[in-house]
Structures are given as structure tokens and as C-alpha cells.
């Protein structure tokens, strides 16, 4: 028996096969599309902290992993003949089709978008959250974008698996491409013939959306994406350096701490923490490595809630309230996001949101939480860009920019909320030396504006020059706090001025008052 090309050939003008190709691509689409979203909504339930949602999802995933998919067809396709009612949604061999797809498939997709999930930092999540996003906005704009991103190959490929498994439900007679080929020759005996011409449809279907996958990976790569031309050139505006009077540590508190601990699986952090900050005021903290400087700051705004003591911000009690018995009792994640608006946060490793713009990771905050329109937004981000001297880079992305560069995006970033208090933790120490100094300058200049602050730092120039008010911690503990002059001062304790030559070559002491002298 010869083999008979012609007629292979002559399968590619086949309305019918054309028809089952066309049937194929929409079946596998509404799989695919409908699976992520099972899928992404499954990964989140497993990682969730709720025990009931992550064992529903566990439960699923085990289940639907473990069924064959020619089971699960058969079984939605007869189901109606026991349950008549569910031949509503169960009465085609497209839905039947369609809906074992989706069951099995959205198993295997909450695993690849659980991995996704997964590799998206921990620090990712805190930046969201330190701008005031509650957990929904959090994981919709910052951790599912960037999830997706890392998780598209292995979703591509879960693509090309649909498309194949779409000939399993020939079974339940589902005019697909293989079952139009079945049909073809059970009349006229080309079996191989007609096979070949089916193998084919199938590797131009995969080949196509294969090329569209490759497409959107590209499109949602911003590491491949060029720099807007620049049209002004890099410019950090240095005002003047033009004194600031020191504050007197009084007045208004914004922020009020008071006997704040906090332990680690049993080694205590803190212990027993008093700090407070008036308006207006910049109030640095220094102190050895390991003596809680960074779980204080991150205690202020609730990042690591303290287990005991009293945190105050504008008055209120910060992550509780208290009840209509007079009881103090836990707010919800949604009332800790209301209260975090109020307390900016810039981290040591800058924490810009790698999938949004300069101007997006600005704007993103009064967007979503201060609902401010489109071009409202944009002309005020535009403004604190200009603030930190970052506005000819408002297209870029951050991989795009310096660690200083980035830095000042992330201090405009926390004052788009408009905060009370803006918190610093060791805001230049991830830069290389020569980088330092934009970002105290921009410091520096919003200390000149009045902007209250709390900037944990080793830049003890800062500390001398900027500071109303210093904190020593040591130990978990408050070893000293009063005005730079009174620490560094000639007469101040030794303890502080050992520490102070091990972080600086600079002279100890400083006589003068300490408001000029940083700024060029
Ligand atoms: P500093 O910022 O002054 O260097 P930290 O506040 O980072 O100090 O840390 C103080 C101590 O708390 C360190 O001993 C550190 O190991 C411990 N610590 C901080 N965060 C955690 C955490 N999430 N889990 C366990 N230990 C922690
Ligand atoms: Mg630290």
C-alpha cells in the first residue's frame, strides 16, 4: 500500500478539521485563562494564614493532581444523567470538556503560581504594606504581577499541555481534530495519512502560541526595556545650604513610645524601648549592630508589632484600639493599613517595585489609597520627584537607576502618603561611598522643611549635622538619648564615643552647634 500524500494534503483545505483546529484554540484559551485565575487564587489560599482556606486548597490540589483527566471527562460528561439539573452547565460536550480541563489543570497551575509566589521577596511584601496597602492591593499589584512574570514559562507551558489534552475528549465526542481524523478514517482507511495531517494541526497550534507566549514574556520583561530618552539632564538640585534652627525635643508628640519590648523566638530584642518625637523633629538613632535599631523602627509603623509597651502615632494607639469594655484588642489588617498611611518608610535596601516605573512606584500609593485621579496623581508624583532631584528619570524603571538614584525614588515614594512620620532605616548603607551624599542632601533638605523623621544610621555626619535629638541604643535598650551636642559632645560617655571611632574616621568631637556643615 503506498502512501497517499495527495490526500494528506488535500486534509489542510478540510473545512471540518479547520473547524475542530478553531474549537482546539478556544477550548485551550478558556482552559488556560480560567485555570490561572483558579490557579493564582488556589496558590493564594495555600500560602494564606487562614488554616481552613490553605487546607481547602491543599485538599484540591492532592485531589485533582491525582484524578486522570480522561476520568474527570467522563465524569462531567454523565454526570446530567444522574443529576438532570446539571445538564444546565454540564449539557455539552464543550462545557463538559471545558470544566474537567479546568479542574485538573488549575491543580497544576496553583503549583507553578505558588512558586511564583514564592519567589517574590519578603521585602517586596513590606514595602507594600509600609505604604498602607492592605492585603488584597498588596498581592494584586505588587506580589501577583511579578509572581506571574517568573511563572509565565511554566504557564506556557501548561498552554501547550492543554492544547494536547484537548484530544482526550474525543471520548466524550467532542468534534476536536483528532475525533474529526478518527472519523475520517474509519470511512476511508488512511489512517496514517490522516493522522499525519492531524500531528500537524497540532504542531502549528502549539508552534503559534508558543511564538505568542515568547511575545508577552518579552512585553513583561521590563529588563529588556530601553530608558526613555532623557530630555532634561541628571540633576539633583542642591539648594543652599541654609541653617536650620534645632528643634527643642517638646511639643506636639507625633510619635510616642513607651516601654516597648520585643523578643525573638525567646531572645529579647527590645527591652522596654522609650522614644519620643515631636513634630518637626529629626530624631537619629545609632547604635551597635544587633542592638534593635532596625526592629524599632519597624515596631513604629507596625511592620513587627511589639509585644509590649505602648506605640502612639498621632495620638493613637498604634495596631490596637480599645473596646467599648475598655479592653485593648487587635485591629484588623485593614485598620493597621489606615494607620501605617501615616508612617513613610524607607528601607536600607530601597525596595522599589522592580515591574512599575519610577513614577508608578510614586504614584501607586495615592492611586489605590488616596484615590487620586490619573493626571493628579502623575502632576503630584512628578513633584516629589523634582523634590528628590529624580524627575528627568520618572520613565525609568529601577533596575535602570544607581542605588542612590533608587533610593531617592523610594524616599519620594513614602512621601506620596503624606505621612506624619518618616522612618529611615539605614537609609545609605547599601550605597557605594561616592553615592552617599545625594541621599543625605535630599535628607537633609527635607529635615529644612520641617519633615519629622526617624533615621536609624552609622552616618554620623548626619547624626552631628541633621539631628534635633539622638538616640544610643545598645542592647535592646535606650543607653542614651538628648540633643547631638550633649552626646558628641566633649564631655559625652565613653561608651558612645567608642562607638562612634569604630563607625567613622571623622573627629568626635564637635563643638560647634550642629545645624551646618553636611551640605555642600
Ligand atoms: P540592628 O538594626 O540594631 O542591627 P536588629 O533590630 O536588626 O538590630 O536586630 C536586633 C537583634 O534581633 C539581632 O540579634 C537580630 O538577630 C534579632 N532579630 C531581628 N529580627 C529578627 C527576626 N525576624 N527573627 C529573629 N531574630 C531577629
Ligand atoms: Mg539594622
Redesign the pocket.
Given at each position: 500500500m503506498k502512501f497517499n500524500w495527495e490526500y494528506t494534503f488535500s486534509l489542510f483545505l478540510d473545512p471540518n478539521l479547520w473547524k475542530a483546529a478553531g474549537l482546539v484554540v478556544v477550548l485551550s484559551v478558556l482552559a488556560w485563562v480560567i485555570s490561572n485565575v483558579a490557579g493564582i487564587g488556589l496558590a493564594l489560599m495555600k500560602e494564606s494564614r487562614s488554616r481552613l482556606l490553605s487546607t481547602v486548597a491543599r485538599g484540591y490540589v492532592w485531589l485533582f493532581r491525582s484524578l486522570p483527566l480522561l476520568v474527570l471527562l467522563v465524569f462531567a460528561y454523565n454526570i446530567p444523567q444522574v443529576f438532570p439539573a446539571t445538564s444546565v452547565v454540564l449539557g455539552s460536550s464543550f462545557s463538559s470538556a471545558l470544566i474537567a480541563l479546568v479542574l485538573s489543570e488549575s491543580a497544576y497551575m496553583a503549583e507553578i503560581h505558588r512558586g511564583g509566589l514564592m519567589s517574590v521577596s519578603i521585602e517586596q511584601r513590606e514595602a507594600a504594606r509600609a505604604l498602607g496597602l492592605p492585603y488584597g492591593k498588596v498581592q494584586l499589584h505588587i506580589v501577583v504581577p511579578q509572581a506571574f512574570r517568573i511563572a509565565l514559562p511554566a504557564l506556557g507551558n501548561e498552554f501547550v499541555s492543554i492544547v494536547k489534552l484537548t484530544s482526550l475528549a474525543s471520548v466524550i465526542s467532542l468534534q476536536e481534530i483528532l475525533l474529526v481524523g478518527q472519523q475520517l478514517y474509519t470511512q476511508n482507511f488512511m489512517v496514517l495519512e490522516t493522522l499525519l495531517s492531524v500531528a500537524v494541526f497540532y504542531v502549528m497550534l502549539v508552534t503559534v502560541f508558543d511564538q505568542l507566549r515568547a511575545l508577552l514574556e518579552r512585553k513583561l520583561d521590563v529588563n529588556r526595556r530601553r530608558p526613555a530618552l532623557q530630555s532634561e539632564p541628571e540633576c539633583i538640585e542642591r539648594r543652599v545650604a541654609r541653617g536650620r534652627e534645632r528643634r527643642a525635643h517638646s511639643g506636639e508628640k507625633l510619635v510616642h513610645a513607651q516601654g516597648v519590648t520585643k523578643s525573638?523566638?525567646g531572645?529579647q530584642?527590645l527591652k522596654g524601648v522609650d522614644v519620643d518625637v515631636h513634630a518637626g523633629e529629626v530624631v537619629v538613632v545609632i547604635?551597635?549592630?544587633?542592638?534593635?535599631?532596625?526592629?524599632?523602627v519597624?515596631t513604629l509603623n507596625h511592620l513587627?508589632p511589639a509585644d509590649g509597651g505602648v506605640i502612639e502615632v498621632n495620638g493613637q494607639l498604634l495596631g490596637h484600639r480599645y473596646n467599648a469594655q475598655g479592653r485593648i484588642e487587635a485591629l484588623s489588617d485593614k485598620d493597621i493599613s489606615l494607620q501605617r498611611r501615616n508612617v513613610g518608610m524607607v528601607f536600607q535596601r530601597f525596595n522599589l517595585f522592580p515591574h512599575k516605573t519610577v513614577l508608578e512606584n510614586v504614584t501607586l500609593a495615592p492611586v489605590q489609597l488616596r484615590r487620586m485621579s490619573g493626571t493628579e496623581a502623575e502632576n503630584f508624583g512628578m513633584d516629589l520627584l523634582a523634590k528628590v532631584g529624580m524627575s528627568a528619570h520618572a520613565k525609568k524603571y529601577p533596575h535602570q537607576l544607581s542605588g542612590g538614584q533608587q533610593q531617592r525614588v523610594a524616599i519620594a515614594r513614602a512621601l506620596a502618603m503624606k505621612p506624619s512620620v518618616m522612618l529611615f532605616?539605614?537609609p545609605t548603607s547599601a550605597l557605594d561611598p561616592e553615592l552617599v551624599q545625594e541621599v543625605l542632601s535630599v535628607i537633609a533638605d527635607l529635615a529644612r522643611e520641617g519633615i519629622t523623621m526617624v533615621i536609624?544610621t552609622h552616618e554620623m555626619k548626619l547624626a552631628r549635622d541633621v539631628a534635633d535629638w539622638v538616640v544610643f541604643?545598645e542592647d535592646?535598650a535606650v543607653g542614651q538619648q538628648g540633643p547631638p551636642e550633649s552626646l558628641f559632645g566633649a564631655n559625652a560617655d565613653p561608651r558612645i564615643k567608642r562607638f562612634v571611632q569604630t563607625v567613622s574616621d571623622a573627629p568626635i568631637i564637635t563643638e560647634t552647634p550642629a545645624v551646618a556643615g553636611l551640605m555642600p
Open positions: 525573638f523566638h531572645n530584642v547604635g551597635p549592630s544587633g542592638s534593635g535599631k532596625t526592629t524599632l519597624r513587627e532605616d539605614e536609624v541604643m535592646g
